[in-house]
């Protein structure tokens, strides 16, 4: 199975309050999946660097953004794990 991903622009995304994607075009970053830059697995491991590090880059499956029904700024946020009830935290 081929894996494709978008790419956050974590500083626009944090600076807007809204998730930003790479654009096709560069420094055109877009709000808009339809114009936003599609990277296969094999170009993003070839260059974790640029595309996912943490800092200033995010890359996240392409599948997992179209699919997702809500903020899309929920992808950037880990879910802590449920705690059963009675459970020390």
């Known amino acids: 199975m081929n894996n494709d991903y978008f790419i956050i622009n974590l500083p ?10 790479w654009a096709v075009v560069p420094r055109h970053d877009t709000k808009d999946q339809d114009s936003a830059m599609i990277v296969s697995e094999e170009h993003l491991n070839k260059a974790l660097h640029r595309y996912d590090n943490g800092a200033t880059t995010r890359a996240i499956l392409a599948q997992v953004v179209r699919e997702h029904d809500g903020d899309l700024m929920e992808l950037l946020t880990p879910k802590k794990p449920a705690t059963e009830e009675g459970e020390a935290a």
Not at 12 to 21: P, V
């Open 12 to 21: 626009a995304t944090r600076k807007a309050g809204e998730m930003i994607f």
